[in-house]
């Protein structure tokens, strides 16, 4: 553990996370902001991750290690309960992501510099084998997030564009509103339900610039590549959420954050489910998007023959 009193605990779960920490490690470690402590919980992970975790000897690290898969949301509960009393903020981190170096200076000069922000986030570049996309098109743009239930509704309707992986916390914000991350959805959508629900008590800041690169390569096997149970996930998250907050989310909010859904949704059916999906959808909702997709991807299926 350092010497001084952190202002900053960063957070990192891990689940058998081997081919890519190190390089997450490096990134965190030569962070220019250099006052925080890195908490690294290792969540019942049965390759090499712990060991590459103890194999880097800065003392601003602590690494625990939880016997069985506790899961996302209750690993990351308890790397936020363990941290430092004197830390003002938690920034959160992820296995597979590398940050910039500036990422922890920029935000805690927000943090310092607006007092009413409870959570400060940025833009993240989704680097793919074949493409490197910024994301999200809002902050890209130049704008900046709606407040309060106008966030709630905007998050809601087209998903979450808050980035999650490099997310930093008002402590105080998230301890006095009793705030945590949730079990309910099998590791996906946490962070969606956490900023859905932080968006109520809290004003959300995003900093117009790159603050970390998303490993989303072929070779990269995380959960989030189990694309049925996330949609299956995300669909059961708009019906809690309509039926916790119906003074908020209206029956035409929930039509349409559903219509967004199975929009993304739509890429991966099989050629068959795609165009039958998509004139399914235009007969539901009179959206000329669904005929144009079948259009396009009837196209690019023609150019591989």
Not at 68 to 88: D, F, H, M, R, Y
Not at 96 to 109: G, H, L, N, P, T
Not at 280 to 298: E, R, T, V
Request: glycine fraction near 4%; hydrophobic fraction near 40%.
């Amino acid at each position: 553990m350092v010497d001084k009193k952190p202002l900053v605990t960063i957070i990192l779960p891990v689940y058998n996370g081997e081919s890519t920490l190190k390089t997450t490690l490096e990134s965190l470690l030569n962070q220019t902001y250099t006052n925080f402590e890195l908490l690294i919980g290792i969540d019942g992970s049965k390759d090499r991750s712990k060991a590459i975790a103890e194999s880097f000897k800065d003392p601003r690290i602590t690494v625990t290690e939880n016997p069985v898969n506790l899961g996302l949301g209750p690993n990351t509960n308890k790397l936020i309960a363990s941290a430092s009393p004197e830390s003002a903020f938690i920034a959160m981190a992820e296995q597979d992501d590398v940050y910039v170096s500036e990422r922890i200076e920029w935000q805690v000069a927000v943090m310092q510099q607006y007092p009413k922000v409870g959570l400060v986030s940025g833009i993240a570049e989704f680097v793919s084998d074949h493409r490197r996309v910024l994301f999200p098109g809002l902050l890209v743009n130049g704008k900046q997030f709606p407040q309060g239930e106008a966030l709630f509704k905007f998050l809601y309707i087209n998903q979450l564009k808050v980035v999650n992986t490099c997310m930093m916390l008002r402590k105080s914000v998230h301890t006095g509103n009793h705030l945590t991350f949730t079990n309910r959805y099998p590791n996906m959508n946490v962070d969606w339900d956490y900023v859905l629900r932080f968006a109520l008590v809290s004003q959300v800041y995003g900093i117009p610039r790159k603050l970390v690169a998303i490993n989303r390569k072929v070779a990269n096997q995380s959960v989030t590549t189990n694309k049925a149970l996330q949609h299956k996930t995300t669909r059961k998250l708009l019906k809690d959420f309509r039926d916790e907050f119906p003074n908020i989310v209206t029956r035409q909010d929930y039509k349409k954050a559903l219509k967004m859904h199975r929009k993304i949704e739509l890429g991966h059916h099989s050629k068959f489910g795609i165009i039958a999906y998509s004139i399914y959808y235009y007969l539901l909702y009179f959206d000329g998007y669904f005929l144009n997709y079948i259009q396009l991807k009837i196209k690019n299926w023609i150019k591989t023959l």
